[in-house]
C-alpha cells in the first residue's frame, strides 16, 4: 500500500506539470488525509485533554505525578498492541485479564517455590504465551468464535487461579523482582514506561511496515479472499492469539511486581479498558482497520483523563461517565461530521 | 486619596496574606473507600465531616475507586500523593496490593493509616477496626443463636472468597461455635457483594439446606439480599436472616420479621474516629507505636496492640425496638 502511495503521488506531480486534462487519483492530498485522520483527531484531543488539566490543577505538569499517572495505562496499553491487531484480523481476546491471573498465579507458587527472579520473569511469559496458544489451537484449529471461545477460557484461567489461591494470597516476592513494576530506567522513566515505548514500536513494525501485518488487515477485510489468494490464515490467528497471550504475559509480570503480591482477583476488568483503549484508538471493532499509533494516543488519553480528573477528586462514578461518553463522542463525532456535511 | 489608597491596599494584602496562611495550615486529610456509592462509607464519610468541622482546619477530601479493585484504589492514591495531601485513610480492597503505593506516599511524608479493612503493616502507620474480630465473630453467632434455644442449622452469606474482614470473622465464629450448642454451620456461600448474585446463594441455600434455621450474612449487602430472598420464598419466621447490616436498608426486613436482629457498629463514628487520629498523628501530638493510646475526640482513645491495630467501640444491636431511631441516620 505504501510503495502505492509514492507512486500514486508521483503520477499526481506528471499530471499537474504535463499538458490537458488533469484527474485526480484521489480526492484530498496526502497531506490533508493526515489532518483529517482518526488519529490527528485523537491527539487534538489528548493535547486539549492536557491543556485543561494543567490549567484545572496545580499538581498535574509534575514529572514526578505524570511518572506515577503512566502507571494507569501502561500495563493495559502493552495487551491493548497486541489485541488492537488481533480485532482488526477480526477476532477478539476476552480473557486477557484472567490469563495475567493465572501468570501472576503460576509466579507466585514458583516464587515459594524459592525459584528466582528470571524463573519468574519466564514462567509468567511462559504461562502468557501457553494460554494464548490454548486460545489460538481452539479458534484457528477448530475454527470455533474467538468471542465464544475467550469468554470460555475467561472463566477457565481465573478458576484455576482461584482454586489454587482460595482466599489467600502471595506475598513477599523478592527485592529484585519489584524492578519490573516499581523501577526506574532513568530519572522519571518508569521501567514500565519504557516497555510501552518497546512494545508501541516493535508493534507499529509489525503492523505497517511487515508482510505479517499486511496479511492481518486482508483477513480482517476478507478473510475468504485471503485464504483463496493463500494466505494461511489459520496460521496467522494462531500467532495472534499467541502474541495477545505473550503481552498479558509481560503484564502480568509487570502488574505482580508494582503490587508485590498475587491475589486471584488481580486485574479484574482489565480486559474491557483493553478493548476500550483499542476502539477508542480507531481500530474498528469489526475488523479491517485501525493503526498502532491510534491506540498508543488513546491510551494516553485514558490516562490523561483518570489522571486529571483523579486530581480534581471527582468521583470514580463520574469518571467512568466521562470515559464512556468520551469513547462514544469520539466514534460518533466523525460520522456526525460527515451526515451534517451531506 | 494617597491614604485611603494605602490603606485598602494593606487591607487587601493583609486579606491575601490571611487567606493564603490558612489555607496553608488546612489539614487535607483523605477518606479512601471501597467503593464509592455504598451506604456504610456514605456513613463514614460524614463522620469525618462532623470531625472535621470539630477540628475546624481541616479538608475532608471523600474519595474512591467505582469497584472494589485494589487497581483502582492504587490510582486513586496516587492521585491523592500528587496533590500531596496531609493524610490518607483507607479501607483497603486489598491487604498487600496497597502496600509498596502507600509506602511511597509515607516516603513522601504523608501519614496514612487504614481503618474498617486492614493494610499489611508495612504499607500504614496504624489500623483501626471497628470493633475487634473476635467480638464481631462472636456476635454474629448470637444473633443467630439468640433466636434458636433449641439451635439448628445455620449458614453463612459472606461477601467475595478475598475479602479481609468477613473471612477473619466467619474464622473468629467458627472459633466460639462450641459454645453455642446445637448451632451448627451447614455451609459458606459468597455472594460478592452484588445484590443479585447474593440473593441466587441464597436461594440456592434455602434450596439445598430445607431445614436451615438462619442465615448470617455479615456484609451489608449480601443481609439485604438474604432477606430479600427468604421474603420471596415465603420462609419469614422459619428462616432467620441476620449478620451485619444498615438500619436504614434493613429497616423495612426488620419490620417484616424476614430478620430479628442485626448488629453494626456506628460507620459514623468510624469514620469520625479514624479523622481523628490521622489529624493527630499528621500533627505529632500522638505516635503510631505499640502500646500507644491515640485520641478519637468524642470517641475516647484507642489503644495499639503489637500489630499497631487497635479496635474502636463493641459492635451494637439492632431490633426492632429501635430500628426506626436509627435508620434515618445511616
Redesign the interface.
Known amino acids: 500500500m505504501t510503495a502505492t502511495t509514492e507512486d500514486q503521488a508521483g503520477q499526481d506531480q506528471a499530471g499537474k506539470t504535463g499538458a490537458g486534462r488533469h484527474i485526480p487519483d484521489r480526492l484530498t492530498s496526502p497531506a490533508a488525509r493526515a489532518l483529517k485522520s482518526w488519529e490527528m483527531l485523537l491527539f487534538v484531543v489528548a493535547v486539549a485533554i492536557f491543556i485543561a488539566n494543567s490549567i484545572a490543577?496545580p499538581?498535574?505538569l509534575?514529572p514526578w505525578?505524570l511518572s506515577?499517572?503512566s502507571?494507569?495505562f501502561t500495563e493495559k496499553a502493552m495487551i491493548a498492541f497486541a489485541m488492537a491487531m488481533l480485532i482488526i484480523a477480526g477476532e477478539i481476546d476476552l480473557s486477557v485479564a484472567s490469563i495475567i491471573a493465572l501468570a501472576s498465579t503460576v509466579m507466585g507458587l514458583a516464587m515459594t517455590a524459592g525459584a528466582p527472579v528470571w524463573m519468574l520473569v519466564v514462567l509468567g511469559l511462559g504461562t502468557g504465551l501457553v494460554c494464548g496458544a490454548i486460545n489460538g489451537a481452539l479458534v484457528a484449529g477448530l475454527g470455533l468464535p474467538s468471542i465464544v471461545v475467550t469468554i470460555g477460557t475467561m472463566s477457565l484461567f481465573r478458576g484455576i487461579s482461584?482454586i489454587v489461591l482460595?482466599?489467600g494470597?502471595y506475598?513477599g516476592y523478592p527485592e529484585a523482582f519489584?524492578w519490573f513494576?516499581?523501577g526506574y530506567v532513568w530519572w522519571v522513566f518508569s521501567v514500565e514506561l519504557a516497555l510501552f515505548v518497546i512494545a508501541a514500536i516493535v508493534f507499529g513494525i509489525l503492523l505497517h511496515r511487515t508482510n505479517f501485518g499486511r496479511m492481518v488487515y486482508v483477513i480482517g477485510n476478507n478473510a475468504t479472499a485471503a485464504r483463496f489468494s493463500g494466505v494461511r490464515v489459520e496460521r496467522i490467528r494462531f500467532i495472534l492469539f499467541l502474541l495477545t497471550g505473550l503481552m498479558s504475559g509481560i503484564a502480568a509480570v509487570c502488574?505482580t511486581s508494582?503490587?508485590?503480591?498475587t491475589?486471584?482477583?488481580?486485574?479484574?476488568?482489565?480486559e474491557l479498558e483493553v478493548v476500550t483503549m483499542v476502539v477508542l484508538g480507531g481500530v474498528n471493532i469489526l475488523g479491517g482497520s485501525g493503526s498502532i499509533p491510534g491506540v498508543v494516543i488513546a491510551a494516553l488519553v485514558m490516562g490523561l483523563v483518570?489522571?486529571g480528573l483523579?486530581?480534581l477528586?471527582v468521583?470514580?462514578?463520574v469518571?467512568?461517565i466521562i470515559v464512556g461518553a468520551l469513547l462514544i463522542g469520539v466514534i460518533a463525532l466523525p460520522r456526525l461530521w460527515a451526515m451534517w456535511r451531506k | 486619596m494617597s491614604i485611603l489608597k494605602k490603606a485598602l491596599t494593606t487591607a487587601a494584602l493583609a486579606t491575601v496574606l490571611m487567606a493564603t496562611g490558612a489555607h496553608a495550615e488546612t489539614k487535607r486529610i483523605a477518606l479512601v473507600v471501597k467503593?464509592?456509592?455504598i451506604g456504610f462509607f456514605e456513613a463514614a464519610a460524614k463522620g469525618a465531616e462532623e470531625a472535621a468541622k470539630e477540628l475546624g482546619d481541616v479538608e475532608i477530601?471523600y474519595?474512591?475507586?467505582?469497584?472494589t479493585?485494589?487497581?483502582?484504589q492504587?490510582?486513586?492514591i496516587?492521585?491523592l500523593?500528587?496533590?500531596?495531601v496531609d493524610a490518607i485513610a483507607v479501607s483497603a480492597n486489598?491487604?498487600?496490593?496497597l502496600?509498596?503505593t502507600l509506602k511511597k506516599a509515607m516516603d513522601r511524608g504523608i501519614t496514612v493509616i487504614s481503618w474498617d479493612s486492614g493494610v499489611?503493616p508495612d504499607g500504614r502507620l496504624m489500623h483501626l477496626n471497628p470493633s475487634s474480630s473476635a467480638l464481631i465473630g462472636n456476635t454474629i453467632v448470637k444473633l443467630a443463636a439468640d433466636h434458636l434455644p433449641d439451635g439448628g442449622d445455620v449458614a453463612i452469606l459472606s461477601a467475595?472468597?478475598?475479602?479481609t474482614n468477613q473471612?477473619v470473622w466467619i474464622e473468629e465464629a467458627k472459633k466460639v461455635l462450641p459454645n453455642y450448642p446445637g448451632i451448627n454451620i451447614v455451609a459458606t456461600v459468597y455472594g460478592d457483594d452484588l445484590a443479585d448474585k447474593s440473593y441466587r446463594e441464597t436461594q440456592g441455600l434455602l434450596q439445598t439446606y430445607p431445614d436451615l434455621k438462619a442465615i448470617i450474612a455479615p456484609t451489608s449487602v449480601g443481609i439485604v439480599a438474604a432477606a430479600q430472598a427468604v421474603t420471596d420464598a415465603g420462609k419469614i419466621g422459619s428462616v432467620n436472616v441476620t449478620g451485619l447490616g444498615l438500619p436504614s436498608e434493613m429497616a423495612g426486613h426488620v419490620k417484616s420479621g424476614a430478620s430479628k436482629s442485626f448488629a453494626i457498629w456506628n460507620p459514623i463514628d468510624l469514620g469520625y474516629a479514624a479523622t481523628m487520629i490521622a489529624y493527630n498523628l499528621s500533627n505529632g501530638t500522638a505516635k503510631a507505636e505499640a502500646g500507644a493510646e491515640i485520641p478519637m475526640g468524642r470517641m475516647g482513645t484507642v489503644k495499639l496492640d503489637d500489630n499497631k491495630e487497635g479496635a474502636m467501640a463493641d459492635p451494637f444491636t439492632y431490633d426492632a425496638s429501635n430500628i426506626d431511631q436509627f435508620s434515618s441516620i445511616f
Open positions: 490543577s499538581y498535574f509534575d505525578n506515577d499517572a502507571f494507569n482461584y482460595g482466599d494470597a506475598t519489584g513494576g516499581q502488574l508494582r503490587l508485590g503480591s491475589r486471584p482477583s488481580i486485574a479484574t476488568g482489565f483518570t489522571f483523579g486530581l477528586n468521583p470514580g462514578i469518571m467512568s | 467503593a464509592l456509592g477530601i474519595t474512591g475507586p467505582t469497584d479493585t485494589a487497581e483502582g492504587i490510582e486513586v496516587n492521585s500523593i500528587a496533590q500531596k486489598d491487604t498487600d496490593a502496600v509498596p499489611a467475595t472468597t478475598t475479602s473471612n
